[in-house]
């Protein structure tokens, strides 16, 4: 038993930088995801992604989600840089939408078969934060 402690008591060293980045990235998930969305639109049939990745010793935070909308790419792209999400850092969210490219997989991928609704992505980054060099992710 006391051979396991020494053991416990470095993972817990080694984790908890990276539990603290995972709680601050499900706060920015949480505000994504509640805040309303465009006029018209839906969010997707795909779970949302999240993730820290690197970024010079500090990390950044990655979410992605999708919505069904009638909206067009450059309309839900000046509604979420306009959106008021607060980011966990001082400067502001850096976004991106795009409109998946190619034959329609199925008719309810195709806007003319879907009432004028087509899938647009969302991709939300806030970017440097400290501590990156504690979390092994962000080295």
Same mark, same amino acid.
């Given at each position: 038993?006391?051979?396991?402690?020494?053991?416990?008591?470095?993972?817990?060293?080694?984790?908890?930088?990276?539990?603290?980045?995972?709680?601050? $990235? !499900?706060?920015? +998930?949480?505000?994504?995801? #509640?805040? *309303?969305?465009?006029?018209?639109? &839906?969010?997707?049939?795909?779970?949302?992604?999240?993730?820290?990745?690197?970024?010079?010793?500090?990390?950044?935070?990655?979410?992605?989600?999708?919505?069904?909308?009638?909206?067009?790419?450059?309309?839900?792209?000046?509604?979420?840089?306009?959106?008021?999400?607060?980011?966990?850092?001082?400067?502001? $969210? !850096?976004?991106? +939408?795009?409109?998946?490219? #190619?034959? *329609?997989?199925?008719?309810?991928? &195709?806007?003319?078969?879907?009432?004028?609704?087509?899938?647009?992505?969302?991709?939300?980054?806030?970017?440097?934060?400290?501590?990156?060099?504690?979390?092994?992710?962000?080295?």
């Amino acid at each position: 038993m006391w051979v396991l402690a020494p053991v416990l008591l470095l993972y817990v060293v080694v984790m908890t930088p990276a539990w603290m980045h995972d709680h601050q $990235l !499900a706060g920015l +998930v949480d505000r994504a995801l #509640g805040y *309303p969305l465009p006029k018209g639109s &839906d969010l997707g049939d795909y779970e949302p992604q999240s993730e820290v990745r690197p970024g010079a010793d500090l990390c950044n935070y990655h979410v992605r989600f999708e919505i069904e909308t009638e909206a067009s790419a450059e309309e839900v792209l000046t509604y979420y840089r306009t959106a008021k999400i607060t980011p966990l850092g001082e400067g502001d $969210l !850096a976004v991106n +939408v795009w409109e998946p490219f #190619g034959p *329609p997989a199925s008719p309810m991928d &195709d806007p003319k078969e879907n009432g004028g609704r087509r899938r647009i992505i969302v991709e939300l980054q806030d970017n440097h934060h400290d501590g990156g060099f504690w979390d092994l992710r962000c080295l």
